[in-house]
Nanobody, 125 residues
Framework: HVQLVESGGGSVQAGGSLRLSCAVS??????????TGWFRQAPGQERELVSGILTDGSAYLSDAVKGRFTISHDNSKNTVYLQLNSLKPEDTAMYYCAADVRSSCRNIVVGTPSYWGQGTQVTVS
């Protein structure tokens, strides 16, 4: 049974910061390794990939958040973090954590991960 539990959303003023966390539990392929990423969806818009940790451990950040957001992970806790700095009103969205097993990491990059968190709301005014 795979679970992604998110926390850390909230309401902030423009220029503020938040940190999102996502704890992944479960072991599907025996390795216990998870590729993870963060998506967001604003009302009336499609879900978009914001950030992800690729198979080689490098980080992907969309152009919209590059220089403002940072993704990191703690393998010992199977937890991925998204630090959101210099927030703008256009960052307002539901943020979703996503995960997939090592052999399917590409699913995150193409927007079809196997596992999703419940979402956490970020509102910037």
């Amino acid at each position: 049974h795979v679970q992604l539990v998110e926390s850390g959303g909230g309401s902030v003023q423009a220029g503020g910061s938040l940190r999102l966390s996502c704890a992944v539990s479960g072991n599907v392929d025996g390795s216990g390794y998870w590729c993870t990423g963060w998506f967001r969806q604003a009302p009336g818009q499609e879900r978009e990939l914001v950030s992800g940790i690729l198979t080689d451990g490098s980080a992907y950040l969309s152009d919209a958040v590059k220089g403002r957001f940072t993704i990191s992970h703690d393998n010992s806790k199977n937890t991925v973090y998204l630090q959101l700095n210099s927030l703008k009103p256009e960052d307002t969205a539901m943020y979703y954590c996503a995960a997939d097993v090592r052999s399917s990491c590409r699913n995150i990059v193409v927007g079809t991960p196997s596992y999703w968190g419940q979402g956490t709301q970020v509102t910037v005014s």
